[in-house]
């Protein structure tokens, strides 16, 4: 016997097996019987075609060989989300007395109790009503069910996953929510959904909502600023992987957003950046993989803040294409940054010491104070921003800089180049004359230093060598040996021993001083204690 299609299956959601796709023909396709449905597959791998069989196109896919047919029977239209509930939190019917009846022994007889399934519904409704947080993550879930039905059995759900089910639109998400009053976090994400293309009234069923995330829906920016004005309260929106290249201002919607995640989305250019400059809350914006080349602030120059991002703490643009220094000295001009991640850019290799090069970005943004993950303690930045002032040096006096205050005048090409030079000058002083000379090229060869290190007090534990950046300071030597010798960074003692020191020890006495201020060289030994 034939499977029964919905009246509604066109443009529908189903599944076959572990594939899910989109309905978009039924009907026959002559010259084989019976009902066919069309379908666009999420995976164009699962598919055969574009639509078109034997000459004649039946339906258009993206992919030219996105599609394929296949009979009703073998597509699981989903169910409803109680329905989902109920089986993922083992609350379904067929864990009901069956029959209705139950029998019992009470002191030696059998006593038959009439009406069980009444009590076991009443046991069940209050089990459902204790659920706070619910996932339904791939169980199906392609409508809202009866009218109601959701608030009467689940009155206090405050949290829903509803990711990678067979949610054919926005509309479906709205009448599942519209019957839960206090939601405030809802996942959307890996359903390919249908969002309003033109405004939509705003209605008060995500009064509360604060988290929302829509990864992998297909959603565009315009169809989210459509949304967005039924959003009154977010303050976290999850965008990742759905092919926004372009996007608009938000005009008196999303003004309450603290984190905004365009990750995975590939952006024309920087400058669609631009466009979303002026959400007032906005404190985490996460750009991974987005394409981008290059960062810039056009309202202000060099040593002053932007009013663009007045908000923004946290910035990610790991994995992308900034090549030049250029984009790493504008986000001094954001006045609130505190955490940056920018590993994986072109920018990155252009210098092969890693330590040197977090020193040159610590010393680049002045108020920065997590770089990739890692804290920048008071010592660190202090180091940095030495080393920074006297590895440019030299270039500094070839610009045009001077010792003497009243003939300092270095170019306009340098102070962009390092629009932070000067008031590093003021900070610590120019620098002196013979920290510049003899200074090496800022390369890998000349800045590692091949230590062995020893611990003498423990002979069992093996020497190990090590090639150590000179500028790197104690405190974060300590750390290294930290995770080799699982020791505590404050209960370790270093020192040195040189050939050109024969018999003498010196004491590595001072956390914040690199390894080249106690003139250590290559072959030298650090001794560990603790």
Request: glycine residues 6%; hydrophobic residues 35%; neutral net charge.
């Amino acid at each position: 016997m034939a499977a029964a299609v919905p009246p509604d299956a066109l443009g529908r959601r189903v599944a076959c097996g572990t594939a899910c796709g989109t309905v978009r023909y039924v009907g026959s396709i002559p010259p084989a019987a019976g009902i066919w449905l069309g379908v666009e597959w999420d995976d164009p791998q699962r598919g055969k075609h574009d639509g078109t069989y034997e000459g004649t196109q039946y339906f258009k896919c993206r992919h030219p060989k996105g599609g394929s047919f296949i009979r009703p029977n073998k597509a699981n239209f989903g169910v409803d989300f109680l329905t989902a509930v109920k089986d993922r939190y083992g609350l379904s019917d067929e864990q009901d007395v069956q029959h209705g009846t139950e029998n019992t022994i009470i002191f030696g007889r059998t006593v038959k109790f009439v009406g069980m399934d009444l009590v076991a519904e009443k046991q069940r409704q209050v089990q459902l009503n204790q659920l706070v947080d619910i996932s339904v993550r791939e169980c199906a879930v392609s409508h809202a069910g009866q009218k109601e039905e959701i608030s009467r059995t689940c009155a206090n759900i405050r949290r829903i996953d509803l990711s990678k089910n067979l949610i054919p639109s926005w509309e479906t998400v709205t009448a599942i929510a519209s019957q839960v009053r206090n939601l405030e976090t809802l996942v959307v994400s890996e359903n390919k959904m249908k969002f309003p293309s033109t405004p939509t009234s705003v209605s008060s069923v995500f009064s509360k909502l604060r988290i929302l995330a829509l990864g992998q829906t297909d959603i565009t920016w315009t169809e989210v600023l459509l949304c967005a004005p039924g959003w009154p309260a977010l303050e976290e929106l999850y965008l990742k992987s759905n092919n926004i290249t372009v996007l608009e201002r938000p005009d008196n919607v999303l003004q309450t957003l603290k984190l905004l995640d365009l990750s995975d989305n590939q952006l024309l250019d920087g400058n669609q950046l631009h466009l979303i400059a002026h959400l007032p809350s906005l404190e985490h914006l996460i750009l991974t993989n987005t394409g981008i080349s290059s960062i810039h602030f056009p309202d202000v120059g060099f040593g002053c803040k932007t009013k663009m991002f007045p908000s923004l703490k946290h910035l990610a643009v790991n994995n992308n294409k900034i090549l030049q220094w250029s984009s790493i000295n504008e986000l001094d001009k954001l006045p609130s940054l505190r955490s940056l991640r920018c590993c994986n850019n072109p920018l990155t290799d252009t210098e092969k010491n890693p330590e040197t090069l977090r020193q040159i970005i610590i010393a680049k943004i002045s108020q920065l104070e997590v770089l990739n993950l890692s804290e920048i303690r008071p010592g660190e930045r202090k180091g940095a921003e030495l080393d920074y002032r006297k590895i440019f040096g030299k270039d500094w006096l070839a610009a045009g800089g001077h010792w003497n205050p009243e003939k300092n005048k270095p170019s306009e090409e340098f102070l962009a180049a390092h629009p932070r030079y000067l008031s590093l000058c003021l900070k610590y002083g120019a620098p002196e004359e013979g920290e510049l000379k003899g200074q090496q090229p800022l390369t890998l060869k000349n800045q590692l230093l091949t230590l062995t290190i020893k611990c003498p007090e423990k002979p069992e534990q093996k020497p190990v060598e090590k090639k150590l950046p000179e500028s790197m300071t104690i405190q974060r030597v300590k750390g290294l040996l930290y995770r080799l010798l699982k020791i505590p960074g404050s209960e370790l003692k270093l020192s040195y021993k040189s050939s050109k020191l024969e018999g003498k020890e010196v004491e590595l006495d001072n956390d914040l001083k690199p390894l080249q201020f106690y003139s250590i060289e290559n072959g030298d030994c650090v001794l560990v204690r603790w």
